[in-house]
Nanobody, 120 residues
Framework: QVQLVESGGGLVQAGGSLRLSCAAS????????MGWFRQAPGKGRKFVAS????????YYEDSVKGRFAISRDNAKNTVYLQMNRLKPEDTAIYYC?????????????WGQGTQVTVSS
């Protein structure tokens, strides 16, 4: 069983930055594909970014390309999401996801979520 704990959310003004962290336990993170999803009020959970197990490949949803950067430190079993030039539409609960397969899928492990609020 994999446990994921997110941190780093909060309230920030538009144009500001936040860095989210997700610490994995129960399995070494180097064996996990990991990523981030978000759920805005009244909407479904949507993909934001992901990173492969070795950290060599990253993927982003179009609206965050050039503003967000996902990275991982397998020695610390942690994945990060650096969010720059934040916009009010980035406001959401951000969830960390992990999967022992080559990518994220329908059977991901999930964290409890961390709230990100961007004020205009």
């Amino acid at each position: 069983q994999v446990q994921l704990v997110e941190s780093g959310g909060g309230l920030v003004q538009a144009g500001g930055s936040l860095r989210l962290s997700c610490a994995a336990s129960g399995r070494t993170s180097s064996s996990l594909s990991m990523g981030w999803f978000r759920q805005a009020p009244g909407k479904g959970r949507k993909f934001v970014a992901s990173i492969t197990r070795n950290g060599l490949n990253t993927y982003y949803e179009d609206s965050v390309k050039g503003r967000f950067a996902i990275s991982r430190d397998n020695a610390k079993n942690t994945v990060y999401l650096q969010m720059n030039r934040l916009k009010p539409e980035d406001t959401a609960i951000y969830y960390c996801a992990a999967n022992p397969g080559p990518g994220l899928g329908g059977d991901n492990y999930w964290g409890q979520g961390t709230q990100v609020t961007v004020s205009s």
